[in-house]
Structures are given as C-alpha cells and as structure tokens.
C-alpha cells in the first residue's frame, strides 16, 4: 500500500536555528499537507498546497514558516528560527483529489532545545 | 473549533463490536462527516467518510443519522490493535480554500482482552 513518507523521524535543534522537514507524498496525489501536534494536545492544521502554491494557512504558519515542493517528489516544511514553543510532532499528509481522506506519514518529532 | 461532539473515553471488549457515536448538530448540507484514528501518536490513519448514506469499508461501517446530526462509526469485531483515540471531523466535500481538517480531542478507545 502507497505511504506518506516524513524524515527524519527525530529531530533535536537547537533554538535559533532552521529545520527542514521532508515529506515524500504519494506519487500520483496532488494536495499536500503539514499538520502538527504538540505533545498531549489536537492536531492542528498548518498548511495545504496545490498546484505549487499553498491554498490556505493558518495563524500558526507566520513568517517563519514556508513549505516547497522543489522537484516533483519532495514536499518540505522549513522553520527559519526555531523557537522552544515549535517543539511537537510535524505530519505530512497527501490526498488524490479534493474531498479524499489523507493519507498521513508517521511524523517528525521536533525538539527544540 | 471542531464542529463536534465525541465521549472523551470508551472500553470494549476484544472481539466484540465497538460503536463510537459522533455528535454534529450544526453540520452542513455540504459537509461530509470523516473518521480518522490515531494510535499512540503514530500518523494519523484515515477510515471511513460519507456524507447521508451509511458506508461501509474493510475497516468499518459509518451510520449517518436520517437528519445528519449525529453518526457512529462501528467495528464490527474490535482487536487490541484497534485500540487508538478516533476522531470524527466534519468538512465541506467540496473544499475550495477550506481544506484543513479541524480536530477535537476524539475518542480514546481502549479494547480490553
């Protein structure tokens, strides 16, 4: 069965710094999605994209934030400066067409140290 | 907010039926009802959507009230492995820029030996 695939699966940086989450969405899907979720708390909606641009976001994805989907295969959350509060699970999820349930990658543990 | 209401916490005893119901009193006439699953912060893990008609699946069977308030989401015979928090999410079938899915606390589901 296809999956969403998300590494590194754990990530520890330290504050100030840039990550760069990757997500391997399934090959013939064309929405892309990063929710995260911070320990004990909802999963929360950050962004989708499609057709190469991000169609909706959410407060959470301020300036520090931008996702990009550089060759076709690739799709990355990027954090320009991490901050202790961004510490959480970060999910990629893809889906074939509008309306479809995601299917979700087992997440990147993020730490911010 | 989610736009729905879910028992916090739910036992069932290994191979017999867990029913998990799903308030959505405000719901549209647009909006489909999903189900998704989430085992120990493993990726989220879709099962089942419909929109007015009970659907049924390899997972699970969804049954959607006449006037749409409400729905249950069914496991015909729940396994240990089946034990996981369940998310009942409402979302426009047709998503334009509203894409997100918005997630409550859900339904920890535990099945007992």
């Known amino acids: 069965e296809p999956e969403v695939t998300q590494t590194p699966s754990h990530q520890v940086t330290q504050m100030g710094q840039e990550v760069i989450l990757r997500c391997v969405p399934i090959?013939?899907?064309?929405?892309f999605y990063w929710y995260r979720q911070i320990l004990g708390q909802k999963v929360e909606f950050l962004v989708s994209?499609?057709?190469?641009?991000?169609?909706?976001k959410s407060e959470i994805f301020d300036d520090q934030f931008s996702v990009e989907r550089p060759d076709g295969s690739n799709f990355t959350l990027k954090i320009r400066s991490t901050k202790l509060e961004d510490s959480a699970m970060y999910f990629c999820?893809?889906?074939?067409?509008?309306?479809?349930?995601?299917?979700f990658g087992s997440g990147t543990r993020l730490t911010v140290v | 907010d989610a736009k729905t209401t879910q028992p916090p916490s739910m036992d069932c005893a290994e191979g017999r039926a867990a029913n998990l119901p799903c308030n959505h009193s405000?719901?549209?006439?647009?909006?489909?009802v999903y189900w998704y699953r989430q085992i120990h912060s493993q990726g989220p893990q879709y099962i089942i959507h419909?929109?007015?008609?009970?659907e049924t699946n390899e997972m699970a069977s969804l049954i959607i009230t006449e006037d749409r308030k409400s729905s249950t989401l069914i496991l015909p015979h729940a396994t240990l492995r089946d034990t996981a928090v369940y998310y009942c999410?409402?979302?426009?079938?047709?998503?334009?820029?509203?894409?997100?899915?918005?997630w409550g606390l859900g339904t920890s589901l535990a099945v007992n030996p």
């Open positions: 999410i409402v979302r426009p079938s047709s998503a334009g820029n509203n894409r997100k899915l918005i």
């Open positions: 090959s013939n899907h064309l929405y």
């Open positions: 999820a893809s889906s074939p067409e509008d309306g479809y349930g995601y299917t």
């Open positions: 994209f499609y057709n190469n641009e991000i169609s909706e």
């Open positions: 405000t719901i549209s006439g647009n909006e489909y």
């Open positions: 419909g929109l007015k008609n009970n």
